[in-house]
């Protein structure tokens, strides 16, 4: 429990990380990976490389220490972190690792005469709180897995029981469990966690589930990243009967029960998510407007699917965007405010998901706020370190 003066020292920090958050974050990195490199498999080193991994942890800092008094606000941003850690198998004992890290890094970028003995000590028992609380979350959420019927805990060898081509630039794997026992159903919007090892080194990674789960499988819609060597390897190697090391389905970003109009929007690969949400809405008979922002149709992925189900579900509308079109296709521009407001439904209270580049669900959701959609209503979700819109 920390004290009260405790509780000042780190308020009176705020500013120092409102502008130097992401150089001690950095500095963070760099001496966590560098110091225990065994623990590189739960870090994306495109994240890293890119800085989006410091920024993301520069902002939940911030946050835990403009909001030490008043914790429960940051429900939130604790239930998006540990869905992320425990889709990695983030474990009990990392977390002191990180905590060495975290203090030894206050030090060196804030320098003695900033970082006092006083100010390391309400660091140590504010990180301590965080961790206490993140290893009681997570442990709850890995004892629901494995208590879930189908469910299991830690890796599971999955079987690669079919790849098909999705679009130029993304294809499905359909993953079956190698023991042949149930699987555990996924939430309408979750993802897996999977750990590949690639020429002796370890990689785990998160994917959408982009089917609704039957109990017996899951079918993941991964995208070729130029330079991603995990998709890299999904797309150019892996290959029919080979298996992987799958973790349970995680996220918080998921389908709530309700009977609202329900608007879907998203920019790419961001429509994977999405898919196991319409299979799920549609027999509600809930009005359905889904919005594909795609470059072109070579890359767009399961236009056709979604065709399919509109024309036997007319309560669903599709509105597909193409920002760099190669042939008449329709609506060939991208999504602005005008184009959004002329496809919205004249009733404002709606449900509204969002998936996709930053950018543009930020600008997405700006657009929706100015055009009369509830704030608390608009959800979105990041593939990859959590940011603000």
């Known amino acids: 429990m920390l004290s009260s003066?405790?509780?000042?020292?780190?308020?009176?920090?705020?500013?120092?990380?409102?502008?130097?958050?992401?150089?001690?974050?950095?500095?963070?990195?760099?001496?966590?990976?560098?110091?225990?490199?065994?623990?590189?498999?739960?870090?994306n080193g495109a994240h890293q490389a890119s800085g989006a991994q410091a920024r993301a942890l520069a902002r939940a800092v911030l946050m835990y220490a403009r909001y030490i008094d008043r914790l429960d606000t940051l429900g939130p941003l604790v239930e998006q972190i540990v869905n992320k850690h425990v889709s990695l198998q983030v474990q009990p004992d990392h977390y002191p690792l990180v905590g060495i890290a975290l203090l030894q890094s206050i030090r060196e970028v804030l320098g003695a005469e900033v970082a006092t003995d006083a100010v390391i000590d309400a660091w140590a028992a504010a990180y301590g709180q965080l961790a206490n609380l993140l290893i009681g979350a997570e442990e709850q959420r890995y004892a629901a897995q494995a208590e879930a019927p189908g469910g299991w805990r830690g890796g599971r060898p999955f079987r690669i029981a079919r790849i098909e081509p999705e679009s130029e630039e993304i294809s499905s794997f359909y993953l079956e469990p190698v023991d042949g026992l149930p699987t555990s159903i996924a939430q309408p919007g979750q993802y897996l966690g999977l750990s590949l090892t690639l020429d002796g080194v370890e990689y785990r990674r998160n994917y959408s589930i982009s089917a609704a789960s039957d109990g017996q499988g899951y079918r993941i819609s991964v995208k070729h990243q130029p330079g991603g060597v995990v998709s890299r390897y999904l797309h150019t190697d892996a290959h029919e009967g080979g298996v992987l090391q799958v973790f349970?389905?995680?996220?918080?970003?998921?389908?709530?029960?309700?009977?609202?109009?329900?608007?879907?929007?998203a920019g790419g690969v961001g429509i994977t998510p999405l898919l196991p949400m319409v299979s799920a809405a549609l027999p509600s008979g809930r009005p359905i407007q889904l919005i594909h922002c795609t470059r072109h149709v070579g890359v767009q992925a399961f236009g056709h699917w979604l065709e399919e189900q509109a024309a036997h579900h007319p309560q669903l509308q599709l509105y597909f965007c193409y920002s760099e079109p190669v042939a008449e296709e329709a609506y060939a521009s991208r999504l602005d405010r005008t184009r959004l407001q002329r496809w919205l439904p004249?009733?404002?209270?709606?449900?509204?998901?969002?998936?996709?580049?930053?950018?543009?669900?930020?600008?997405?959701?700006?657009?929706?706020?100015?055009?009369?959609?509830?704030?608390?209503?608009?959800?979105?979700e990041f593939f990859g370190p959590a940011t603000d819109l």
Do not use: C, W
């Open 5 to 43: 003066d405790q509780k000042a020292i780190i308020t009176a920090t705020v500013p120092l990380l409102e502008t130097g958050g992401e150089v001690l974050t950095r500095h963070f990195y760099a001496k966590l990976l560098g110091d225990n490199p065994e623990i590189r498999p739960l870090f």
């Open 248 to 265: 349970a389905p995680a996220g918080e970003f998921v389908l709530q029960e309700s009977t609202k109009p329900l608007l879907l929007i």
């Open 346 to 380: 004249k009733d404002r209270d709606l449900d509204a998901y969002l998936l996709g580049p930053q950018p543009f669900m930020a600008q997405v959701r700006r657009d929706l706020l100015e055009l009369g959609v509830p704030e608390k209503q608009i959800r979105h």
